[in-house]
């Protein structure tokens, strides 16, 4: 079984300032891990991915994610936030080979402060 | 390419109707799957297809739900005799798992509003 917790439903930041988006999962199997962002009656976007080629994932707009084995996490940090950036974000698993179903995780609400 | 659409947008009903939902994938994306959000939730897994056969179901789809997809391209998921709680956003995905990039692409979703 596999599932994704995202501690902090709702995160505010000022514009400029950095962003952090925490994201743990439990995976019995060597997991595939993914951010997607979902703008306002939107479908969801893939911001980057996890496949076991590097620890670091540098995804678009300026996002990256670290996977960190020990800690069971997969964070997603950007250095400065734009106003562009307010959405909601969710952090999703799959495993063994990436391409069966995702489970999500229940999402973070980003603000962006001007 | 213009990516995975799905139609309609939106769909308003009254309980006890039965309503269906289209979804065009990616083309020559094999596998497509169903997902269901609900307010303030995270995406969850209802039922994929590899081609035309229907590979995995989740407990969620009840029997009420039926899903197809008939000759491996566009799929259809329908609701029969809807309740209040079958009021969500319904999110169609494809990947094609056998290339470089196995990625699943959303589509905009069908929001449904059941009276």
Not at chain 2, 33 to 59: D, H, V
Not at chain 2, 68 to 77: A, V
Request: aromatic residues 12%; hydrophobic residues 30%.
């Amino acid at each position: 079984a596999q599932s994704v917790t995202q501690l902090g439903s709702h995160v505010s930041v000022s514009e400029g300032a950095l962003v952090l988006l925490r994201c743990n999962y439990s995976s019995s199997v060597p997991p595939y891990l993914f951010w997607y962002v979902q703008y306002p009656n939107q479908g969801l976007q893939l911001l980057l991915k996890y496949t076991s080629a590097a620890t670091l994932v540098k995804g678009i707009n300026g996002f990256e994610a670290e996977f960190k084995k020990s800690e069971t996490s997969f964070h997603l940090t950007k250095p400065s936030a734009h106003m562009s950036d307010a959405a909601e974000y969710f952090c999703a698993v799959s495993g063994p080979f990436g391409n069966e179903k995702l489970t999500f995780g229940t999402g973070t609400r980003l603000t962006i402060i001007p | 390419d213009t990516g995975v659409s799905q139609d309609p947008r939106h769909k308003i009903t009254k309980r006890g109707q039965n309503v269906t939902f289209r979804c065009d994938p990616i083309s020559e994306h094999n596998r497509l799957y169903w997902y269901r959000q609900t307010l303030g939730q995270g995406p969850e897994f209802l039922t994929y297809f590899q081609n035309e056969a229907q590979l995995e179901k989740s407990r969620l789809l009840s029997d009420r739900f039926s899903a197809e997809r008939p000759k491996g391209s566009f799929s259809t998921l329908e609701i029969q005799r809807t309740e209040q709680g079958d009021s969500a956003m319904y999110l169609c995905a494809s990947s094609f798992p056998g290339g470089t990039d196995n990625t699943q692409y959303f589509g905009p979703g069908t929001r449904l509003t059941v009276l």
